[in-house]
């Protein structure tokens, strides 16, 4: 019932009904938990609103479109560069540990722990997953849970993070636990996971990050909507998803992509 959800359901829920009743034209929405808002998204549908989905959608609900990174490919391209890294060590085998995001996330993470592991494969390098976790897509989870990992799995020399503020979580860790001999990767091209990148060279332990790029899904995002506002375009002229650039980001290409003044 309404009155046992979640504090951020019913904070979100209401936000909903308040941006209906405003008659907005459009809607964009990253969702943060797509298990539990199928119904109160299908309300944007119900009440004509257009809807995109930006990152993380619920697929349940009838969308204009998902505008997202293709987290396969960008996950696919981060582990080729690991591969390229190790490869280039003498390096065939790893003890891998990796962070989920949270157990919701049934699409977005998982892709890109695929396609990451599919890039080692590609590349070579074989693997043993040996610990895993959930650190809930944040910097500070990311640190006690490698903490933790750490203690229970010393064997551990990588770890695979489905986004780079866990990444960095577990950076914190590895430096606190003395540990420079564990190589990290992460996704998203935040700004600080590319500083390190950038900081590090091709012998740092960020090795490399996947382009989940906020910018240019927002844009497209935009122009979609208006596109359909406007009457230029029908929302079924769309594809269900589509995707902004993918690209594998590592110590020969940071310089393209690093901009410290970015604001993600």
Known sequence: ????????????????????????????????????L???????????????????????????????????????????ALANRLNNEGVTEINLAHLHGNPTDIKVGPDRYNGFLAGLEEGGIAYELVADGNAEYT?????????????????INVIFANNDSMALGAQAALEGAGRDDVLLVGIDGQKEAFAE???????????????NSPVLAAEQSVEILLSVINGETDASDYEDVIYTPAVGIDCNNIDEYYDPLSIF
């Open 197 to 211: 990148i950038a900081e590090g060279g091709c012998d740092g332990q960020y090795v490399s990050t996947g382009l």
């Open 38 to 80: 199928v119904d109160i998204d299908q309300q944007f549908v119900d009440a004509g609103i257009p809807l995109v989905y930006i990152d993380t959608p619920i697929l349940e609900v009838d969308s204009v479109a998902i505008v997202q990174s293709d987290n396969f490919t960008i996950g696919k391209g981060a582990g080729l």
């Open 139 to 155: 910097t500070s989870l990311g640190l006690q849970l490698t903490e933790d990992l750490l203690v229970a799995h010393p064997e």
């Open 1 to 36: 019932s309404a009155a046992e959800a979640p504090a951020h359901l019913k904070t979100y829920a209401k936000q909903v009904e308040d941006v209906i009743s405003q008659g907005v034209d459009a809607v964009i929405v990253n969702s943060i938990d797509p298990a539990t």
